[in-house]
């Protein structure tokens, strides 16, 4: 256990609807990032969050796709009208200085 | 474009059999090079953090060089217990994030 906390753990949805991930860092990290796991693929970065600014998102990451980190504690990732290619493990991971990145457990999302 | 290329895919290895795995990269500006091993459906838990050329770190059965251009990540008479996927990511100067490889998936049979 990195400290590191990913809620929920696993969701299935259907074709369309709206998820909403949450990510609790480790207390003290100013430093949060989101990525998108696929099979037999390396994390790929989706965002950056340096306290409550966010200030690096992937080109990659469509308009369905926003994060929040409010207050610069926990964070948010919410995917609207989501489509089967969104399927995937998202992963959270925090840092207090550029380096040494710890990960949570990831969220497995399933989209039908 | 950075980029990180991981090599073998796969690897099979009797328990004690040492080996090495690669990562080559290409980035502007190296900020660190990172190993990183992760267990199915978990995830990555990091290993080391590889700065400037030269450097090395250990930890137990496993040692990370760096060169330039790529680096190694050696496992001394390993167990089956090392079984996992070990994944290889930079960060480059400008940037904030990571740039994975596809990672090597090992497998220590008893």
């Known amino acids: 256990d990195t400290g590191v906390s990913q809620d929920p753990r696993h969701k299935i949805t259907k074709r369309g609807q709206n998820v909403t991930f949450r990510c609790d860092p480790i207390s003290e990290h100013n430093r949060l990032y989101w990525y998108r796991q696929t099979l037999g693929q390396g994390p790929e970065f989706l965002t950056y969050f340096q306290n409550e600014a966010q200030l690096e998102k992937s080109r990659l990451l469509s308009d369905r796709f926003s994060a929040e980190r409010p207050k610069g504690s926990f964070s948010t990732l919410e995917i609207q009208r989501t489509e089967q290619g969104d399927s995937a493990m998202y992963l959270c991971?925090?840092?207090?200085?550029?380096?040494?990145?710890?990960f949570g457990p990831g969220t497995r999302l399933t989209v039908l | 474009e950075d980029q990180v290329t991981q090599s073998p895919e796969a690897l099979r290895l009797q328990e004690g059999e040492s080996s090495s795995l690669n990562c080559s990269y290409t980035v502007s500006g190296l900020r660190g090079l990172f190993w990183y091993r992760q267990d199915p459906g978990k995830g990555p838990e990091f290993l080391f953090t590889?700065?400037?050329a030269g450097e090395e770190k250990e930890k137990e059965r496993l040692k990370a060089t760096l060169t330039k251009k790529e680096s190694f990540l050696h496992i001394t008479a390993p167990k089956p217990e090392d079984s996992a996927t070990y994944l290889c990511a930079v960060e480059s100067s400008g940037t904030y994030k990571y740039i994975f490889g596809t990672g090597t998936r090992l497998k220590v049979l008893a």
């Open positions: 590889l700065y400037s």
């Open positions: 991971a925090s840092s207090l200085i550029s380096n040494e990145q710890f």
